[in-house]
């Protein structure tokens, strides 16, 4: 086994860095653009990120017994999608699950836990600050993985990987939801237009922050392809992974089983 640290630089947008350095900068992205966060997405997808993330929560098929993690949670919109699947508080208390919201965030977390409040004081949602390369949890606590446009974001997206492996029991299932860099040719080059010269400028309009939205569209072309992600899924151990590429490519849902 090879226990050398990797030191190799990675991607933060377009430029190469060190790996904390990307940390660090991804915080600062999104400690910047917390407060506008939401309405971004909205605005930025033209609603349709509520499409893909209720097409992921169909595909994880959660329950109200299930230990659930969501890593790179943010301000909370899949871990209130899990707890409406799971038939909402007051069955999770019932049958004794639990959802667990992870994020480097403090700021998206902090967003989360008004969201929550404001949601009738949502007791079934605990929010932890935590780095998806390193997590805080004991080993095969979780029944499911869940992660939504978090892992591009994460500097070393292998360990991360390992890491969901480690909290999953036996049996459990990984899901992520991503944006793709290969939409459908016919798509590509509208998609590229509205991706480096719309909504970095939207950004800058609504959340005074083009350098942020820069990095958030660079970020995308740098993610590995569906399938690449599939070889990175099984190197950490899942099997019988499987990929859903929704709205032309633009984003996919992997699925993938810890044994
Ligand atoms: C684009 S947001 C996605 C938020 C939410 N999952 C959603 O779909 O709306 C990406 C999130 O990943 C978090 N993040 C970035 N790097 C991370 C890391 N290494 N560990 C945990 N969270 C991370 C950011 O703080 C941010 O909240």
Same mark, same amino acid.
């Given at each position: 086994m090879n226990n050398q640290q990797d030191t190799s630089p990675v991607w933060f947008g377009n430029q190469r860095v060190e790996a904390t350095e990307k940390t660090a900068l991804v915080l600062d992205v999104f400690n910047s653009v917390a407060h506008k966060y939401d309405l971004m997405n909205d605005l930025m997808s033209f609603g349709i990120h509520r499409l893909w993330k209720n097409s992921m929560i169909s595909l994880c098929r959660p329950n109200a017994s299930q230990h659930i993690l969501d890593v790179? #949670? #943010?301000?909370g919109d899949i871990a209130f999608r899990l707890l409406q699947a799971c038939g909402g508080q007051q069955l999770m208390q019932t049958k004794g699950g639990t959802i667990t919201v992870a994020d480097l965030t403090q700021a998206m977390l902090e967003v989360g836990q008004k969201r929550a409040a404001t949601k009738g004081g949502l007791h079934s949602i605990e929010w932890v600050q935590a780095n998806a390369e390193l997590l805080p949890f004991q080993s095969q606590k979780f029944d499911l993985y869940t992660i939504a446009f978090g892992l591009r974001n994460i500097s070393r997206i292998d360990d991360a990987l390992k890491q969901a492996y480690r909290v999953l029991k036996p049996g459990a299932l990984f899901c992520c939801l991503e944006f793709s860099p290969c939409a459908l040719p016919f798509l590509q080059r509208i998609y590229d237009l509205y991706s480096f010269h719309v909504l970095p400028r939207l950004g800058q309009l609504i959340a005074q922050d083009q350098h942020s939205y820069q990095y958030l569209v660079e970020s995308i072309r740098k993610f590995p392809t569906p399938e690449h992600l599939l070889d990175k899924l099984s190197q950490a151990g899942f099997r019988h992974g499987q990929y859903y590429s929704l709205t032309g490519g633009i984003v996919a849902i992997h699925t993938a089983w810890r044994v």
């Open positions: 790179a #949670g #943010g301000t």
